[in-house]
């Protein structure tokens, strides 16, 4: 390997590492901040700057959180597997971190001859394939920590994760299935100039889909069945503590960014917004902010919304998003031979006739999946 | 008909409303330190970064409430504290009190009769309930709740057991921290204290006229 | 008495592959057991097999400790029995004790006790409705909202006795004091203000898909059942009996107002229907507030009854209707000044037994929010 190399491979990673894990750490502020002011408390408010009386709204809270979590005692169960009980934590973070360059973020100090992964062809299906990882290192901490609770965690999440892996896939499927190539910066390209793909029936409905998997992918609300803590404490990560609790943590942070960065490239149009024109560069701001925007309402649907219970979690995923999604490649696929006829008349047609076969779909498989549940009335005694 | 996930959304739209709102209307939806319920701002609007920094009222001179109660006190009339100490003793209170929270010795001159104040008067804090049963069944009104509440101490064991000295707080103490509940207890205290003196007068001229009487029949057996 | 079909072992078993059933002692540490509560689960994968409820890691000798004090005396340890709802406690024992020794509770002082418990109805149920949506698994966000209205209330309560939660208010013939000057404005313009927050809440968690299909049809209690295991309170009427003591026994002076109480046909005596009576019940206790805070007199608190008494050789019962069902008093009197006999009739406890029957075949998620919906405090289970 040349010198030249390894520099062009340090610049394109390093930063990258960089700024997600500053990222991370301020996310876990905003997160924490914005719970708080939707459930009408303040949040952190007093880390600042150390030896002063200074809040800055609590912005000191990560890196205190990080010092505490790195001088914990770290504990490891007697009868544990240690060395697995060890690795997962690591695993879980390698493949959330790894995926992260491939996602299309045009910095400035990369020029065409750098590395950029994102141009990888196939840069999709690496993305699927790396994150997949996650699901044995999710199993291996709850298999390693002998805990029932860690155990019946790990084993939720594997069925979880298998589960919603496909819905995830297939809607990414369609936006491929559009643009004909899996490369991450060519599908980002392909939406240039506002022409995102969440704009569409079938492209909106795929966006709604992928989000959905996306959260349970990542075990956000309402899908954190794997560390359900009504229900079994901290799910997988019950015996973790100290830094490999915080790996875990961080891990879980990156995942989400990762899987934001994806459905940013895949249906927001990736970099795309105004004044790209006349700086280049602000597209990496663009991106990053609708990263963000994505994580504001993963945020948001954690503080309002209860957990699914595991059956209700696997039916609706196989029941009702794995169906929905299936009809929405064929949806997608007449919409592009229509769009092959270039008129416009035929696209207002196609787009009615999508809309409204995905809407009367998925209210459909609703009532299916329902069953007798509703809103009841009640009775009165005087 | 029914919109896909439509409670789903009605539950977003109000936890938005908080959101916007604990930014907006702070004072209705943010927990606050400003207790605006509180009367006509009889207490100051401020209370601090607590243990860095004292707010204006919380000063143990201050009551939390008119009622509020933390731990009780002995009373005594000013001066010095044992002569005018109400509590004669008589450990009713002891008897009463239901964690048995309350150690009273009664107090004896050097020739051993018995002195109306108690020699020992400890109340142990960390066993103390703040129930209050003290202070209803005491008949001479010496004990009542106090709203110290700085009682933190690196001494677990002597240092929540608090004594008789430091239990001894005079009744204009009370007056600034329970001002109404003072003024009703003097007084209820006044009142009974006329009952009993005019129960006191009729007795004594009871007597006197009895010993009028006694006196006129033995002067008139003398003239006899 | 079965309600849910186990599925068949033997059938599991047969096919060469040895399953075995995992065992989760859940608590008596767990977040979501609502104190020292143990359940020994067995599960088959996620599917509550057997389900045995521990528990007294609480005690704390309660009754034999009202045996060795003066009535007076045990009146604030009813506080700690179900500590959400210390002026129904103070209240059910107090009228025990008034029927041994007979006095009359004046006309101000029987307003403000129903004021007192109704508010503590609120205060119940809006926090019991919190922590059942928090064991559904939202995080904490209907219980914050719920402690948010509940301070209000509570800061009602600390100016009326000067203690948040252990109260201590109610004394046999009447109460300690009188409210502060001002109470009764602040208290009405809470009880306003009440409505609108019930609406946000409603609003929030009734028509939520996620809470339906997790509610219904979960923790199914058949009529016969809940009658024969007596339970009470929000519990049975969710299960189809209108029977709420405040109707039938008409205590205090609950005859002169007017209110409904909500209950169901009977056919689902589910978690959602535990969770909506409740919801309904606050509405109703917001209008007996509002009658209450409207009619109530000028006059005494305290009725001429003697701080320190020896009862005549009697036996009473007083039961009123607490927030989680009939809360009673039993008291034998031998003449001394202290009770031969105080027994406490939990409605905690009682509802508790029919844990089991509820959980068998559902989920490990399941058994977490039927325990919710229950709505037990440990304090009062273990005594």
């Not at chain 3, 000044?337 to 509802?351: A, C, F, G, Q, T």
């Amino acid at each position: 390997m040349s010198l030249e190399l390894l520099i062009d491979i340090l610049i394109a990673t390093v930063p990258l590492m960089l700024i997600f894990a500053t990222l991370f750490a301020f996310t876990t502020w905003l997160e924490r901040k914005a719970l708080a002011r939707i459930q009408n408390r303040i949040g952190p408010n007093k880390v600042g700057i150390p030896c002063t009386r200074i809040g800055l709204f609590g912005l000191g809270q990560p890196a205190a959180d990080g010092i505490k979590m790195i001088f914990k005692e770290n504990i490891v169960p007697r009868g544990a597997d240690r060395l697995f009980h060890l690795l997962a934590p690591i695993l879980a973070l390698i493949p959330s971190m790894l995926v992260l360059c491939f996602l299309p973020l045009d910095f400035p100090w990369l020029n065409e001859n750098s590395v950029k992964a994102f141009l990888l062809d196939g840069a999709v299906i690496f993305f699927f394939a790396i994150t997949g990882l996650n699901t044995l290192a999710v199993f291996m901490a709850g298999w390693a920590s002998r805990n029932k609770y860690s155990l019946l965690g790990g084993m939720r999440a594997v069925a979880q994760m298998v589960s919603y892996e496909i819905p995830l896939v297939l809607s990414a499927v369609i936006v491929v299935m559009m643009v004909g190539s899996l490369n991450a910066g060519e599908i980002a390209g392909a939406q240039k100039g506002g022409n995102w793909f969440v704009f569409s029936p079938w492209g909106f409905a795929a966006f709604v889909i992928f989000f959905i998997a996306a959260l349970a992918e990542t075990n956000r609300s309402p899908f954190d069945l794997p560390e359900a803590e009504s229900e079994i404490i901290a799910g997988y990560f019950t015996e973790y503590s100290g830094f490999k609790f915080a790996l875990f943590f961080l891990a879980e942070y990156i995942a989400m960014f990762a899987i934001s960065g994806l459905a940013v490239t895949l249906f927001l149009g990736g970099g795309d917004g105004p004044g790209l024109a006349v700086l280049p560069w602000l597209s990496v701001i663009w991106f990053l902010a609708k990263i963000f925007a994505l994580i504001a309402v993963m945020i948001w649907l954690r503080g309002t919304l209860p957990r699914l219970r595991v059956d209700q979690l696997m039916g609706f995923a196989w029941k009702f998003m794995l169906p929905l999604s299936i009809l929405n490649i064929f949806v997608a696929g007449f919409a592009w031979h229509a769009e092959q006829l270039d008129n416009k008349f035929i696209m207002v047609i196609t787009w009615l006739i999508s809309l409204a076969v995905l809407y009367g779909a998925a209210s459909g498989l609703n009532q299916l999946n329902r069953g007798k549940v509703r809103p009841r009335e009640y009775k009165y005694a005087e | 008909m029914r919109i896909l996930g439509g409670g789903i959304f009605k539950g977003m739209a109000v936890t938005l409303r908080n959101f916007v709102g604990s930014y907006i209307n702070k004072k209705e939806r943010l927990p606050t330190n400003d207790y605006s319920w509180r009367a006509d701002g009889a207490l100051p609007q401020s209370i601090g970064d607590y243990p860095k920094e004292k707010g204006e009222q919380l000063s143990d001179t201050t009551t939390v409430t008119e009622y509020s109660r933390n731990f009780p006190m002995l009373l005594h009339d000013g001066g010095e504290p044992m002569d005018t100490v109400r509590c004669v003793a008589c450990q009713i209170c002891e008897r009463e009190c239901p964690p048995q929270c309350i150690y009273i010795e009664k107090d004896y001159d050097e020739n051993g009769k018995y002195i109306k104040r108690p020699a020992v008067f400890d109340i142990d804090v960390s066993v103390c309930m703040s129930c209050q049963i003290c202070v209803e069944v005491c008949p001479f009104d010496a004990i009542v709740m106090n709203s110290q509440f700085e009682l933190s101490t690196p001494d677990r064991f002597g240092g929540l057991l608090v004594r008789r000295d430091d239990l001894l707080k005079s009744n204009d103490y009370y007056h600034k921290i329970h001002p109404e509940e003072a003024a009703a207890r003097d007084q209820k205290m006044a009142v009974e204290k006329a009952a009993k003196e005019a129960k006191k007068k009729a007795a004594a001229e009871k007597a006197k006229a009895a010993a009028e009487k006694k006196a006129a029949e033995a002067a008139k057996e003398e003239a006899k | 008495m079965s309600t849910a079909a186990a599925p068949n072992y033997e059938l599991i078993q047969q096919d060469g592959l040895e399953t075995n059933l995992l065992e989760v002692s859940m608590g008596p540490h767990h977040p979501s057991t609502h104190g020292v509560f143990r359940m020994d689960v067995k599960l088959d994968g996620e599917t509550v097999v057997d389900l045995r409820p521990v528990f007294g890691y609480l005690h704390r000798n309660h009754e034999k400790l009202a045996e060795n004090m003066s009535y007076l005396s045990s009146m604030p340890f009813t506080d700690r029995l179900d500590y959400f709802n210390s002026m129904t406690n103070n209240w059910a024992y107090a009228l025990a004790a008034e029927k041994l020794i007979e006095v009359e509770v004046p006309e101000r002082a029987e307003y403000l006790r129903v004021i007192m418990a109704e508010l503590t109805r609120l205060v119940n149920h809006v926090s019991l409705v919190g922590f059942f949506i928090n064991d559904l698994g939202a995080l904490g966000t209907p219980l914050l909202y719920a402690f948010r209205e509940r301070e209000k209330i509570l800061d009602l309560f600390e100016q009326a006795s000067g203690a948040r939660m252990m109260c201590n208010y109610f004394r046999f013939g009447g109460l300690r004091n009188d409210v502060p000057e001002g109470w009764l404005e602040r208290a009405a313009k809470v009880v306003d203000h009440f409505p609108s927050f019930l609406d946000e809440y409603e609003q929030l968690l009734c028509e939520n898909e996620i809470i339906l299909s997790r509610t219904q049809g979960v923790g199914n209690l058949p009529r016969e059942l809940a009658i024969s295991a007596g339970v009470t309170g929000p519990m049975l009427r969710a299960s189809g009996v209108a029977y709420d003591l405040r109707k039938v026994d008409q205590y205090g002076i609950y005859d002169r107002f007017k209110f409904r109480v909500p209950y169901t046909d009977g056919d689902t005596g589910d978690c959602y229907d535990r969770f909506m009576i409740r919801m309904l019940e606050m509405r109703e206790s917001i209008e007996i507030l509002k009658q209450a805070l409207a009619g109530i007199p000028e006059g005494e608190i305290m009725g001429n009854a003697p701080r320190v008494f020896k009862p005549k050789p009697a036996e009473s019962y007083g039961r009123i209707e607490g927030p989680k069902g009939e809360l009673g008093f039993y008291l034998i009197a031998d003449g001394t000044p202290k009770p031969y006999r105080y027994r406490v009739r939990p409605p905690s406890l009682i509802n508790l037994t029919v844990l089991r029957d509820m959980c068998l075949g559902g989920k490990i998620a399941d058994a977490v929010i039927i325990l919710g919906s229950i709505d037990i405090v440990l304090g009062e289970v273990d005594r």
